[in-house]
Structure formats: C-alpha cells, structure tokens
C-alpha cells in the first residue's frame, strides 16, 4: 500500500531546468513526498531575447540544500537541455547511483516576445531548441532506462495554457508548447504497453522569473488588443499562481493516485482556458 505521507518513497524523480522556479519547487515537493532527485539547470543565458535573468550556479546549489533539508539524496549537474549527450550522461549516472528512474518532469524552457514575422530566426531558433528539442532529448535519455528497469512510471511534461490556446505576440513559443502536446500524446501510446504514463500540464501566469517578465508589457502597449486575449481566469485572481501550485499537480502525477491518467492535458488556470 502506497504510504500517504510519502506516496514517492523508494522512487527516484529527473527534473530539468531545476535551479529555480517551478523547477525547484517540483524537485522540493517530490523530496518531501519520499523521491530521490536527479536535477539539471543550464545556470547560465539559453536565449539572447529573453527579458528576464538566467539562473546562475548558486540557485542550482540552494535547489540541492533544500532538497536535502527533505532529507531526501539528489544527484545535480549544470547540464542545458540542449546537451542530449550531457542529459544520456547523467541519466547513466543516476541509475549507477540509485538504480533506477521512475519519474520525469520535462520543466526546462523559455519564453520571449515578438511578434512572429518580425523575430529573428536565431530567436525563433532558441525557443525552438531549448522548449521542444529540448524536452525530445529528455525523452531519449530517459525513457530507454525506464523501460529496461521494468516499473512503469510516470513522465511529466510542462507545457503551458498557451499550449492550448495560442496568443499572440509570443508565437514562437506557443509553438514550442503545442509541439509539447503533441509529443506528450504520441509518446503515451508508445509507452502504455510498459506501463509509463505520459501527460502534460498546462500553467497560466506563475510567480517565476519567466512570468515576472517585464518586456510583455512593451508588445500589450505597442498592440493593446493584443490584451483580449489574456483573460484572468475564472476563479479570482490577485496574483501569479505560486510555483508550489503546479507542485501539487506534478506530485499528483508522478504517484499511483493518478494511475488511470496518460494522455491528459492538465489545466493549472483557474479556468482560463474556458474564458
């Protein structure tokens, strides 16, 4: 019987773009929930148009501290999704160390602004490369292990609500996140037969560096229509949902408290998506 207080204990969990963010609180929410952690961050610039800053090492290195404050084991690498070679080395790493690989939340990407016509093709490029190749190399690193350890398990990928419903002024990236769907799906019915859920969560505006970003206000007051298509919701909202609200989505997947879900796309919107 799964223990309640600790539905993860004995499994070990891959999270990347670790080192802040939603990164760092799933890493922390699935410690405290029993899971050993591999984690990777690039901990340095990924795309040259993004209006917010990078992580750095020393948010990588507070991501391993409050990990083992759960007192939970974590195997950490500054390692850019991009690396598939750095990701396969890692995952090699992670099953000599713990033996196995049970969990993965595809977290890692970016997201900048500009109207789709008017991007450079090095912008389009890098949210390209780090968003949906990215997340494909995860994948290839990970998902062969899990299937030759013979548990099933459960893969995460964090899409967006603009995965979903496309908006403008950051095409590009809702690009990146349909691709993500479309992914999610394929590789679910690929991997049903061994027993490895796949599904996709889809945030609205959260309290992260990312979502914090300034420069969308220049594209809303360059093109103030482009404001209608940013409803807040359903529900009442104050603020940016906390990252430790996703959390409780991805901590709900990775367990056997979601063992009929695969293929789902899961709103984290307050109703958004239905606005």
């Known amino acids: 019987m799964t223990d309640p207080v600790a539905p993860l204990a004995g499994k070990v969990a891959y999270v990347t773009g670790a080192a802040r963010g939603q990164g760092r609180s799933h890493c922390i929410r699935l410690a405290r929930a029993g899971a050993d952690i591999v984690a990777i961050d690039a901990c340095g610039p990924v795309a040259e148009s993004n209006g917010y800053e990078p992580a750095k090492p020393e948010d990588l290195a507070e991501t391993i501290n409050l990990v083992e404050g759960e007192g939970r084991k974590i195997l950490a690498e ?26 993965v939340v595809a977290n890692a990407g970016v997201l900048n602004w500009g109207r789709v016509w008017e991007i450079s093709a090095e912008q389009w490029q890098e949210t390209l490369d780090t968003n949906l190749t990215g997340l494909w190399n995860t994948m290839k690193a990970a998902v062969p292990s899990m299937i030759a350890a013979g548990n099933g398990g459960s893969i995460i990928n964090i899409s967006s609500a603009a995965g979903i419903k496309a908006v403008p002024g950051c095409g590009h990236y809702c690009a990146t996140k349909f691709g993500v769907v479309g992914l999610t799906n394929s590789l679910a019915v690929e991997l049903g037969e061994y027993g490895i ?3 996709s969560v889809h945030p609205y505006g959260t309290d992260t560096p990312m979502g914090n970003d300034l420069s969308m206000y220049q594209v809303f007051q360059e093109h103030p229509n482009y404001i209608f298509s940013y409803s807040p919701g359903a529900l009442p909202t104050e603020s940016l949902a906390a990252p430790d609200l996703i959390s409780d989505i991805v901590v709900w997947l990775a367990s056997d408290a979601s063992s009929l879900i695969t293929a789902a796309q899961i709103p984290a919107d307050k109703g958004y998506l239905k606005i």
């Open 78 to 103: 500054e390692i850019d999704v991009r690396d598939l070679a750095g990701q396969q080395r890692i995952v090699a790493n992670a099953i000599e160390q713990f033996g196995r690989l049970d969990i």
């Open 197 to 199: 859920r796949v599904n």
